[in-house]
Structure formats: structure tokens, C-alpha cells
């Protein structure tokens, strides 16, 4: 159902993980570096509640307020729940950004033998926001936090509700430790965003200019289903142990996509698109884990196999298309503790991302977007003090999409090359154990291999990438510091230096941004705890913008200024 709904919030997530060759089939269809795994907090044992509030100060007025509560816990030794819920309200720190969000999750565990377990999820989530896009240069050197785009708005609503079954099945001859997960979900959403425009198409997306037309894009999407996995072991047959994990998984999608514009001077309505999307997608993997006697080395490769239609019907004009994929996608990742200090890794796997819905139309039909992805690199930690990590990659697309920001028009790029390194040090000092410095540098080399544009660099790709921190921890007290620099890049393949008349085009420019916090444990006794925290993002209030985007692509996008959040946490 796209970004633009994405009813996660960092409360309810315990840890990010990035899963990347053999075993990121089971979750794929595999992205370009990986596979991003959101995961849950687990419901505690013990009945706990946690209240938070944050205020966000973004300057001249604008304040921007969160909310949250997570209670849960197990009411009896085979049921527990679960209530998340969370509110934001107010302005962020540029002019039209009223915001209204609330969000509201409802788990629940039942436990109906020592060996099966059935887990239930129900989900809400609804947004108001106005938006205040894209500026000229102009109006952004004069003020970037001014808007002139007082049509721009977006709202949406969505339900979720998932539903899983898992039980220990015991052995089934070789096959030890069997595991069965069966996961179930189904969303319900419609989003709706509504922009300024003009008439004449060489003028669509000023923003400098007084709108003429109020276009409306309501869609809506449904989205059903379901995925079995089996996992089990094959025991330690010569010190060699293998863990297994095979499945399927099938969705169904629906969308339907209405855009309309409204004439200002006279009221005038014209339906401009009215069309229907269904996808259907099928998908089995299979990936095993095998531990080398001695549990030095670890092999796991991993096979998916994708079938995704994605059919078009445009209700207007009668026309339907119909856009296949069928591809097969390996993966295989090796791990060599070499001792305690030294662990060596490598992988590769081929990713696949389906042509998306306006990609489709926009983009004639585009191949999907396929890549081969290779990294390896090591770790080497001397003492619990020292940390370093030091990795290269490397990936090769077959038929990258681009967005051409002027014409609005996705295409395949073609052959792209994306190579580069990583050094990440991290270091506590002997006789400040509570400071711990860290320290980053990436290198990215992206080209384009094949077109009009060889030779030259990917679009929005930056290629020297910093990141400095430092976290002093004492007693109840913790202050951070962290900063990040990105390089200079461009917005289109042509690598436009000078920014065209209508912005829609020309270089970035780089950018280093500090950010700092300070949180503090008022009182911590029996169960409860309460804290403290302020932080101040942008500290010096540094101005940079990226190119508009979406329903603002013409102009530069102002980047946050400096903005300072004050929160409390209470937990019971």
C-alpha cells in the first residue's frame, strides 16, 4: 500500500534487522542490499505499561506533539495482549504542515498447548496532513521555511489485521525439531492526496506561480495473504549440523486509482485517470544453514522462486495490459570465525524489484528491475572496547528504474554498476569506560553502464558518505553526539550540473549535519521508571535541500531545520 501508509512507529520496534543473502529469501522478494525486517517488541510476561510524551520545538510558533502508551502483558499462564497507540498533532517547523496522526494496535497471544501458539493483530491507523512541498530558488532563499503550495494535503486510513499459527510438530524421521508457521494478514486502505497545479504543461508543478487546477488522487487498496513455513533441523550427522527452512507464500492486491482535476476559475471537474490495478504474486523459497564441524564456518545458501501478474484495466478507454515476471532468485552467504577476535564474511544473492503501479503506465511497461549483489568483509574486535568493520560490495543491475523528474516519466536506465567500501571504528578509552567514540566512511562509485548517459553517475547517489559520534554513560545520565556528511549528487541521468528554470534538475548540494541528545533516569524502583530527555536535531541550523518529490517534484525540498524535543517516559 506504499509508504505514504506506514503505520510502524519506533516504540513498537524492538530491532531492525538487514538480512541479506541466503537467508533473505524467505522474506523477499530480495532488495538491493538486503532485506529490511521490522520486529515487534514481544509481549512481556508480566503486565507492564509505558506512558510518552515528546514535544517538538520547530521554531516561529510551531510546535509538534507525540503521544504514546504500549500496556500489555500475560493475563493468565496462556494468554497475553497487547495495546500500542500513539498520536501525533501540530506543525513541524515549515509553514502549511498541520499534521494529525493516531495509530492504534491490538495484539494477542494464546498458547493452547505447551506446543502451538496462535497470535492475532488488529490495526488502525489514520493521517490528516497538509503539505507544504516544494519552493523555487527564489522563495527559498528568501525563506525556506515559507510554503507556496496552500492546496497541497494528504490523508489516508488504513486497517490490518494479521493471523498466525505456529506449532513444534516433534520429528518426522530425519527431519528433527519440526517447526510449523503459518502467517495470515489482510489490509484495508485509501489514501488521498490533493496538489495546486497548472494548466500549460510547462508549468504543472511551479510552485512560484498561483494554482489553477485542485487535482484529487484517491486510491484504494486491498490486500489479502498468507504464507506457511516449515524449519526444521537434520541433526549432527559427522559434526555437521543443517537447520532448514522451506515456503510459500501468496497475495493478492487490488487498487483502484481515480485522479481528478478541478478547473478553480469555473468549477469545471474532469476525470483524468480511472483505472484498476490486480496483482496476484506467488512465491516458494528454500534456504539451510549448515555449521561446519568445530561451528568455525557457516554455509547458507538459499533459492526463491517469484511469480508476480500485475494487471491494468483503464476504465475510461477500455485498454488493459497485462505485465509478468518470473524469476528465479539465489542467494548464499559464508561466515569464518577465524578466532575470537577475527570474523570473515561474504555474500551474494540476485534481487528483484516488479515494476510499481504508475511504473507501469508511465514507464511503458519496464522490465522489473533485477541486480546481482556482492559483499564481503570483516570484523575484528581485540577487546570488549574496540570494534572494527571493514566491508566492500558490489552490484550489477540488469534494468534500473529511474524517475525522469522533468518529463515525469519512470524508464529503465539499463546496466548500472554500484561498488564501494565501508570502515566503521568504534573505540572506548581505557580510562573513560563510559565514553564510547564511533566513526564511519563509505565510498560509493554508481555509473551507469549502457544508454545515452554511460559513464556517468547514478541519480541521488552521493559518493562519500561520514558519520561521527560520541556517548558519555554515567549513572543515570547519557549525552550523545553524532554528525553525518554527504557528498554532493545529481538529480537526473544527464548529471546536470546547473539547476534548470523550473528546479526540476541539477546538482545537490553536500551536506553535514549534527545532532545531539541528553536523557536521564529520574527515579528507577520497583517496576517503575521515570526519565527524562532533550534533544536538539540540526544543531546549528544548517541549510540544505533535496530535489521535490511526488506531488512537489519541481523546486527544492527544504531539509528540517534545527528543531529541540523535549520528552518524558513514565513505565509501570
Known amino acids: 500500500t506504499s509508504l505514504s501508509l506506514f503505520p510502524v512507529g519506533l516504540s513498537q520496534i524492538d530491532r531492525i534487522d538487514i538480512v541479506r543473502g541466503g537467508a533473505a529469501v524467505q522474506y523477499g522478494p530480495n532488495n538491493v542490499g538486503g532485506v529490511i525486517n521490522l520486529v515487534s517488541k514481544e509481549i512481556p510476561s508480566a503486565w507492564s505499561t509505558t506512558l510518552a510524551h515528546k514535544v517538538t520545538a520547530g521554531g516561529q510558533g510551531r510546535f509538534l506533539q507525540d503521544s504514546a502508551l504500549s500496556s500489555g502483558g500475560y493475563l493468565t499462564d496462556n494468554f497475553g495482549m497487547q495495546v500500542d497507540a500513539n498520536r501525533t498533532y501540530g506543525e513541524y517547523w515549515r509553514a502549511h504542515s498541520d499534521t494529525d496522526i493516531s495509530n492504534l494496535r491490538v495484539r494477542a497471544e494464546w498458547w493452547l498447548d505447551d506446543t502451538k501458539l496462535l497470535k492475532a493483530s488488529v490495526q488502525r491507523y489514520l493521517v490528516d496532513m497538509d503539505l507544504a512541498g516544494a519552493l523555487s530558488p527564489d522563495d527559498y532563499r528568501r525563506d525556506p521555511r515559507q510554503s507556496t503550495r496552500p492546496l497541497d494535503s494528504f490523508n489516508g486510513r488504513t486497517t490490518r489485521a494479521s493471523l498466525s499459527y505456529e506449532q513444534l510438530l516433534g520429528d518426522w524421521g530425519p527431519m528433527q525439531e519440526v517447526r510449523l508457521d503459518w502467517s495470515n494478514f489482510s489490509a484495508r486502505s485509501s489514501r488521498n492526496f490533493i496538489v495546486g497545479m497548472r494548466q500549460a504543461s510547462t508549468e504543472t508543478w511551479r510552485s512560484d506561480l498561483p494554482p489553477q487546477l485542485r487535482q484529487t488522487a484517491p486510491r484504494d487498496f486491498r490486500v489479502v495473504g498468507s504464507e506457511p513455513r516449515l524449519s526444521w533441523s537434520m541433526g549432527d550427522a559427522g559434526g555437521v549440523r543443517q537447520q532448514w527452512t522451506a515456503g510459500v507464500r501468496a497475495v493478492r492486491e487490488d487498487i483502484d486509482f481515480l485522479v481528478g482535476n478541478l478547473r478553480l476559475r469555473d468549477g469545471l471537474f474532469t476525470t483524468v485517470r480511472d483505472w484498476r490495478f490486480e496483482d496476484r504474486a506467488l512465491a516458494a523459497y528454500l534456504s539451510n544453514a549448515i555449521t561446519l564441524p568445530g561451528e568455525r564456518v557457516t554455509i547458507t545458501p538459499g533459492l526463491r522462486y517469484e511469480r508476480l501478474d500485475s494487471r491494468y484495466f483503464n476504465r475510461a478507454t477500455g485498454v488493459s495490459t497485462l505485465n509478468q515476471t518470473r524469476d528465479v532468485l539465489p542467494g548464499l552467504t559464508l561466515g569464518f570465525q577465524a578466532n575470537e577476535q577475527w570474523f570473515f564474511y561474504a555474500d551474494g544473492q540476485r534481487s528483484m524489484r516488479a515494476p510499481q503501479v504508475t511504473q507501469i503506465i508511465f514507464g511503458n511497461n519496464l522490465d522489473a528491475e533485477l541486480a546481482w549483489n556482492y559483499e564481503a568483509g570483516a570484523r575484528y574486535q581485540p577487546n570488549e572496547r574496540t ?66 548517459f554511460r559513464g556517468l553517475r547514478v541519480p541521488y547517489t552521493s559518493r562519500n558518505q561520514i558519520t561521527l559520534g560520541g556517548t558519555y554513560a554515567l549513572g543515570h545520565t547519557t549525552v550523545a553526539l553524532s554528525g553525518y556528511y554527504f557528498s554532493k549528487a545529481f538529480s537526473d541521468a544527464a548529471n546536470t550540473v546547473q539547476e534548470n528554470a523550473i528546479a526540476s534538475v541539477g546538482q545537490l548540494p553536500a551536506y553535514m549535519v549534527w545532532n545531539t541528545q541528553v536523557s536521564h533516569t529520574l527515579f528507577e524502583r520497583d517496576g517503575q521508571k521515570f526519565s527524562a530527555s532533550l534533544a536538539i536535531n540540526n544543531l546549528f541550523d544548517r541549510q540544505y535541500w533535496f530535489r521535490g518529490v511526488d506531488t512537489s517534484p519541481w523546486g527544492r525540498q527544504a531539509a528540517p531545520a534545527r528543531t529541540v524535543t523535549a520528552g518524558l517516559e513514565y513505565t509501570f
Open 387 to 452: 570494534r572494527v568493520q571493514l566491508g566492500g560490495y558490489l552490484i550489477d543491475f540488469d534494468q534500473q528504474i529511474q524517475l525522469d523528474n522533468t518529463t515525469r516519466v519512470f524508464r529503465n536506465l539499463g546496466k548500472t554498476r554500484h561498488q564501494g567500501g565501508e570502515l566503521e571504528l568504534q573505540w572506548s578509552p581505557e580510562q573513560l569506560r563510559a565514553l564510547t567514540l564511533n566513526a564511519s566512511y563509505a565510498y560509493l562509485d554508481a555509473s551507469q553502464e549502457s544508454g545515452a
